[in-house]
């Protein structure tokens, strides 16, 4: 039986109203459907028969009975003007590069149908119902990221978009509603075009007059790829926040510099709600009256400017909100019809500067903002500036602590200011000089994006070294939000007491999406309940929960002292479960493991130690092992 979707799992394309979050929700798989609007299907209809009176009486018109670009003199024959189109799809299809991922291509493709349905481009409404049953029975295109300069409009990459509705081209096959998840697992592989409809009982669909021009002359591709770091770079701010809360208690620094009067004589918006954060996550501290009357008279600017820094980048979100939002309820194509004067126009609604400027204004911001965090990472791990011990380790020497942690920070921080250096200033012209300038959009939203990832990166490092920092104040406790977020942290990660892989610690920081599950409603509270996938869902050192790590660990211990036995027989008498069969079992074990041992094969100790601590941590069902 086929399951109706929710409706919060329908989404009605009327040409206006799409939102940030309805682009966050596409952009995971949370949308299983899309439908026109009757309204705007009526629009649509409208300009579609306009463009066939016009058509009808001799008109001519750019890119329907015309060549394009500096062939736009050449007349096309009426008995052609289908394969015109057909043959702009084919040409155009140049992209190379890595293909775009899934939620960006399945916000693509939505994105172009929102901007068909306001009722400007003159396309059938049979093509923008071709491509909703495409969205709806999980066919994506593959799209390579690369060959677009953000005019006229993303040709390349869209031009692999609309392939896909002519059977041509190659698409995934995913499960509606899924977020990105093939529907065979096994199958890494894009499909062809045609196989991807066919399997979808899709027929391809054959484009009319207009409409080949239409389905790739757009901003579409650039401005989901900048929704994409968007989405993810406005969780990036409460997320530094919850870090400099932490690093400001592990340091004994002042709450003085977010004081609200400070904010109140400098009243920039993003510079309140940071400091107000602040307060929020540091409130009911008992680390600091422990140096309220210390000699520090002032703290570090990474430290006392945290308002100032990050509520700027909480402005750049604010206005790349404002952009993107407004280029997602454009029409970007060209010519435009306008039925209620019987008139095709030509413009450059096409041009991606718009993306192109506020992509390069986000990164940024964003790389100021792992750029101000590297250095809280470095008062953390520098004993000369925190007080703590040297490298965040107890037996600094011995032990080399968090030192590389701020290496790779401060590596990704070069890395962003390489990628900031503005795309939007480059202009190289095509189309023999008659598009003689160009916005690269595109690559500005692809650098934009990495900066967000590489500054999430950033931000995971601050995050460990400040947990690992607020270790050598206990038993006092954090602020609120600040003790929330160190809890949460060690239910995945341990301290470190000795030198260990924290390779796994940090790779639970990789994305926006897993950081962003630290911070609940409310201007970037800490939630502590009820949280799934958590950013440090990942931040073990093996693939192992902390409690079977710890099992293992004091097993090696135990062997190095020759007396694993005693203590594995203590460890199942205290267990609540019947664990006479494991004591058994672990008897042979360890006549297995002394022979082994004799035998001069010191791999088979640690093999045997990872069995052990497993069989001595798994359910009923797994008490034997093999």
Known sequence: MTRTPSPSAVLELTGDGLTLNDAERLLHGRVERLALANSARKRVERARRCLDDLLTAGETIYGVNTGFGKLANQRIERQEVLVLQENLLRSHAVGMGPLLSL?????????????????????????????????????????????????????????????????????????????????????????????????????????????????????????????EALVRARHLAKIADIAGAMTVEATKSSLKPFDPRIQAIRPHPGQAACAANLRRLLEASEIMPSHAHCAKVQDAYSLRCMPQVHGSMREAVAHATRIVECE???????????ADTAEVLSGGNFHGQ????????????????????????ENLVNPDLSGLPGFLTPHPGLNSGMMIVQVLAAALVSENRGLSFPASVDSIPTSANREDHVSMSTAAARKCRMVVTNTTRVLACELLCAAQGLEFHRPLQAGKGAEAAYRHVREHVRPMGRDRTLHRDLEAGRTADSLGKFV????????????????????QTDSYSVRQRETKERVVECLARGSVFGW????????????????????????????????????????WTWRAAIALSAGPRNSRAT
């Open 103 to 227: 939620g960006v291509s399945r916000l693509s493709l939505a994105l172009r149908i929102q901007a068909l349905a306001k009722g400007y481009s003159g396309v059938t409404a049979e093509l923008i119902d071709t491509l909703i049953e495409m969205y709806n029975r999980g066919v994506v295109p593959a799209i390579p990221e690369q060959g677009s300069v953000g005019a006229s409009g993303d040709l390349a990459p869209l031009a692999h978009l609309a392939l896909v509705v002519m059977g041509e081209g190659h698409a995934f096959l995913t499960k509606p509603g899924a977020d990105g998840e093939p529907v065979a697992k096994s199958r890494l592989k894009p499909l062809t075009g045609r196989a991807a409809l066919k399997r979808a009982h899709l027929k391809p669909y054959r484009p009319q007059a207009k409409e080949g021009l239409s389905l790739i002359n757009g901003t579409q591709i650039s401005t989901a790829i900048l929704a």
């Open 328 to 338: 997602m309820n454009s029409a970007t194509d060209n010519p435009l019809v306008f």
């Open 354 to 377: 718009p993306i192109a400027l506020t992509s390069d204004l986000l990164a940024a911001a964003v790389t100021d903002l792992g750029s101000i965090s590297e250095r809280r990472t």
């Open 520 to 539: 609940g409603g409310g201007g970037g509270s800490v939630r502590t309940t009820g949280m799934k996938d958590s950013p440090l869902d990942h931040c």
């Open 568 to 607: 594995m027989r203590r460890r199942a008498v205290g267990s609540r479960r019947s664990c006479a069969p494991r004591a058994r079992v672990s008897r042979r074990w360890c006549a297995r493991r002394s022979t082994l041992i004799s035998m001069g094969r010191p791999a088979a100790r640690t093999a």
